[in-house]
């Protein structure tokens, strides 16, 4: 199974969550998750993503073929908008000795701001 976490920086105020918090795929299959982002502010806001996938072993295996951390996201203020990763589990995860007996894999997100020239964000 995968699971999705998400977390937003103290100084992006927006909020931030997948539509599922978890999945259960099949290896090697293409799958996909939304995750919804609104802007809780008056003003058009620029944020940013990263990623991290837990256990370690497994992130050489988990693979995202379309992503909204692949781009920088603006939203105006009070705009909501649905995000989806496109990932999958590589075959070769089953051959790795270390990674072949993981059950679950945690795909975690944070979204910060983005350092705007001028802005001082």
Known sequence: S???DSNVDRNLPWSFRPEQSRDTVSIGARDM???VAKNMSDR??????????TPSQAGAYFSKIQ??????QTLQ?????RMPVVYFVDPKILDDPDARD?????LSY??????????GS
Do not use: L
């Open 2 to 4: 995968v699971r999705f």
């Open 33 to 35: 998750m939304i995750f």
């Open 44 to 53: 058009p806001i620029t944020g940013t993503a990263t990623f991290n996938v």
């Open 67 to 72: 992503c909204f951390c692949f781009t920088q």
């Open 77 to 81: 203020p009070g705009q909501q908008v």
């Open 102 to 106: 993981v059950q679950e894999i945690t």
């Open 110 to 119: 944070t979204f910060y701001p983005v350092d705007e020239a001028g802005t």
